[in-house]
């Protein structure tokens, strides 16, 4: 069983930033990649950013050059720098994670509301 720790949502105006963490309790030897999906109502599940443990990031095109994954291995955590935030961002994010056995793990989620 894998609990996540999930903070940083929450409600911010368009243009500003936010900054998601997660901290999953698996091994750091068992994980591929750690990272943040998202769903706004009424949508599907969408991948936002991925990292793998060697540090290669990758990122949906909607949000390239406004947000930033990164990682600390030693603590099993990945952080989510989230800049010039447009309503279209709103959306519970879940953190991920994949295991070198290709299991996929799932956080609880955290809202993300970007609204004037």
């Known amino acids: 069983q894998v609990t996540f720790v999930e903070s940083g949502g929450g409600l911010v105006q368009p243009g500003g930033s936010l900054r998601l963490s997660c901290t999953a309790s698996?091994?750091?030897?068992?994980?591929?990649?750690m990272g943040w999906y998202r769903q706004a109502p009424g949508k599907q599940r969408e991948a936002v950013a991925t990292?793998?443990?060697?540090?290669?990031?990758s990122y949906a095109d909607s949000v390239k050059g406004r947000f930033t994954i990164s990682r600390d291995n030693a603590k099993n955590t990945v952080n989510l720098q989230m800049n010039s935030l447009e309503p279209e961002d709103t959306a519970v994010y879940y953190c991920?994670?994949?295991?070198?056995?290709?299991?996929?793990?799932w956080g609880q989620g955290t809202q993300v509301t970007v609204s004037s």
């Open positions: 991920t994670l994949r295991t070198k056995t290709v299991r996929d793990y």
């Open positions: 698996l091994d750091i030897f068992s994980i591929y990649f």
């Open positions: 990292i793998t443990t060697a540090g290669i990031p």
